[in-house]
């Protein structure tokens, strides 16, 4: 087990894979204490695909998920675990960073990840946890990651990116986030990020998937909920259907307006369309600035609430320009 005084000491430190460094640190919009690293297009692979996994640093993704769980076969878990280690050490990744999906607590294969991930010496700088149901999973995890980490000689700490996936993952959101950010406090972890798993999750409820997936609309809804709650970037849904590019752009535009901060990318056409929507245009942080300056103005001359380009203004669309300032620089 590891000794408490080096449980601590991981609690001080921040990104393990120094190779990727944050191009800027700030709050996240619309948060004020935690450190934000853009992930608007979190690119997912096979792990045991190693021609794709070297295409990555050619893509000019944020952010990129080495998966171990259902991208790769019951019979090929093994070797995806060895390639994906065997790649943290050989690819030079660049600005995207590496995170990588293991298997969920329930299956059984998780430890067996771990252990192999922790191996590398590039650790990823994030650890995607799929299919997150209860407390007691959690607990799992964090006990399962204590140890693997206690075998090594590095003192890591990984962001954590929890993946929302079922209708009792859903009914238990607010325990399940609440225990991960208190299991935190001794673990080499920090919640970074909650996701929805769109697929899962609609094959758990008897959904139908559709273009529109108004089907999904109510989960995606109490996952940015929950996530702005908590802190946590939202990560949106993978469109499945990669060839289709229109819709893919519709659907990352709706996500961005429903406060999710990324999405899931399945293939390499659609990182800049889910990048450039999660990005604001240029012509609404002109009209950001601007409004923030009149707002600036206003409150001098005593003005809570004025007009500006034919709209009210007050304080909660300051906020919202504000954010849009912010998610602009971060992006930089
Ligand atoms: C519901 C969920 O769980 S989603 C998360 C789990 N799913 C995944 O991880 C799937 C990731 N995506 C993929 O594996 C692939 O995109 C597939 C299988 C869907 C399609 O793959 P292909 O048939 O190779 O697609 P396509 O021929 O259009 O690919 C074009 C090029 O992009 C590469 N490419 C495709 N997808 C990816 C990817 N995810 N990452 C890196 N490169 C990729 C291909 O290798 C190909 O290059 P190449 O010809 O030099 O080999
Ligand atoms: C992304 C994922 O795991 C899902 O949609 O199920
Ligand atoms: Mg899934």
Known sequence: MASRSKLVRVLFQTS????TPLRSYCSAPGQHSIIFRPRRALLFVAGNDERKICKIPTLDADCV?????????????DEARKTVTRMLDEVDFGRTECAVRINSVDSGLADDDL????QAKNLPSAIVLPKVESVEEMQTFAANLNTAVAEIEVNPTFDLFAILESAKG????QPILQEIVSLSDMSPFRLAALAFGSEDFAADIGASRTSEATELLYARQMVVLAAKAFGLQAID???????DTESLKRQAEEGARFGFTGKVAIH???VPIIQQAFSPSPERVVWAR?????FQQHQQEGKGVFMYEGRMIDKP????????????????
């Not at 393990?16 to 190779?19: F, I």
């Open 16 to 19: 393990v894979r120094l190779s």
């Open 65 to 77: 998920v080495m998966d171990c769980e259902d991208a790769v076969a019951p019979s090929k878990k």
């Open 115 to 118: 252990l192999a991930i922790l």
């Open 170 to 173: 859903l009914m238990n959101l």
């Open 237 to 243: 849904y993978a469109s499945v259907d990669f060839k």
């Open 268 to 270: 390499p056409l659609q």
């Open 290 to 294: 601007g409004l923030i300056q009149a």
């Open 317 to 332: 669309i300051l906020l919202q320009a504000q954010n849009m300032v912010q998610s602009e620089a971060v992006e930089k």
